[in-house]
């Protein structure tokens, strides 16, 4: 799965459209405070998931012959 969301011929506006889809079709079965909990859910998990990325870059060992990152 890494390697799909790493490849170059991806369209970044089909990604924002299906995301923007998936949205409207949570939202139009939730209530509103059922909704406003999703949201803050998910946020979190947006959130954790990119402290896990970062703690993975920063202590990922250096690429060959260069400081970590290049």
């Known amino acids: 799965m890494g390697d799909t969301m790493n490849n170059s011929g991806c369209d ?7 995301v923007n889809t998936l949205a409207v079709a949570i939202a139009s079965r939730l209530n509103d405070a059922d909704l406003g909990l999703t949201a803050a859910i998910l946020t979190q998990l947006g959130d954790t998931l990119e402290t896990i990325a970062a703690q993975r870059e920063r202590c990922a060992p250096p690429a060959a012959g260069g400081l970590p990152g290049n």
């Open 12 to 18: 970044p506006l089909a990604l924002t459209t299906s």
